[in-house]
């Protein structure tokens, strides 16, 4: 297993040589690689799909209501921890591949989608968690299309990067469910998916100015 300075490295050689002096990332990451060093034995991929399983159970308890949606939200944080995981065990043990690169975003983009699903389930109107949703998957897909374009770099990074997405959507749904016998939960998942929505458009508008740079012929 790399040390933890190394795997910081090597994750900003794989994404584009993001920076990882952030305090966010850094911490983000850090917390994935003191995760995955006792675990260097287990598959990448099966934390993948554990990762993916458990963001879709948290559909289940937001859909309850109630004092379920604290569930749902421990749910959602437990899914970013082991999205993580499988990218430290990937590059941490020397066994990431383009291959697992891509699936692993993929599996990101679903799991945003069952983040999206919790919320309207949960009490927030369907336009505004498809917004949620749709603005989870736009800088990303961004990304993807300018380095398509040929640009070698993931562009600035955002307020609206992948560790808020999950915060973001767990500290909604927990913060119902405390809510939930004075009849709040409702407003408070709608409040957080509009929160939300609005950390997603300034994250584009962030990125988009960024990139156009990068793509300035």
Same mark, same amino acid.
Request: charged share 15%; glycine share 14%.
């Given at each position: 297993?790399?040390?933890?300075? $190394?795997?910081?490295?090597?994750w ?7 920076? !990882? ?10 917390i994935a690689?003191?995760? #995955?060093? /006792?675990?260097?034995?287990l ?10 399983l458990?963001?879709l ?8 209501? *109630?004092?379920w ?7 959602v ?19 990431a591949?383009r ?13 945003e989608?069952?983040? #999206? @699903?919790?919320?309207?389930? &949960?009490?927030? /109107? ?7 949703? #749709?603005?989870?998957?736009? /800088?990303d ?8 374009a040929?640009?070698? $770099? !993931? ?5 609206? $990067?992948? /560790? ?10 927990v &913060? ?10 409702g407003?408070?998942v709608?409040? *957080?998916? @509009?929160?939300g929505?609005l950390?997603? @458009?300034v994250?584009?508008?962030?990125? *988009? ?9």
């Amino acid at each position: 297993m790399l040390s933890r300075d $190394e795997y910081l490295a090597a994750w900003s050689r794989w994404h584009g040589d993001t920076p !990882t002096d952030r305090p966010l990332v850094r911490g983000w990451l850090t917390i994935a690689w003191t995760l #995955a060093r /006792p675990l260097a034995g287990l598959p990448p991929l099966a934390a993948t799909a554990l990762g993916l399983l458990v963001a879709l159970a948290a559909v289940g308890p937001a859909a309850a209501g *109630g004092h379920w949606l604290i569930a749902a939200g421990i749910l959602v944080a437990l899914s970013g921890l082991l999205d993580s995981l499988d990218g430290a065990l990937a590059i941490g043990t020397g066994r990431a591949s383009r291959r697992g690169f891509v699936l692993d975003s993929v599996v990101d983009r679903l799991t945003e989608a069952a983040y #999206a @699903a919790a919320l309207w389930v &949960g009490g927030a /109107p369907g336009w505004l968690a498809v917004a949620f949703g #749709a603005l989870c998957w736009l /800088p990303d897909y961004l990304r993807a299309r300018a380095g398509q374009a040929g640009v070698a $770099e !993931t562009g600035a990074l955002s307020v609206w $990067e992948r /560790p808020t997405r999950i915060a973001m959507t767990g500290m909604t749904l927990v &913060g119902a469910g405390v809510v939930a016998g004075f009849g709040f939960a409702g407003p408070v998942v709608t409040s *957080g998916a @509009a929160v939300g929505a609005l950390l997603g @458009a300034v994250g584009v508008v962030q990125l *988009g100015n960024s990139l156009r740079r990068m793509l300035t012929d």
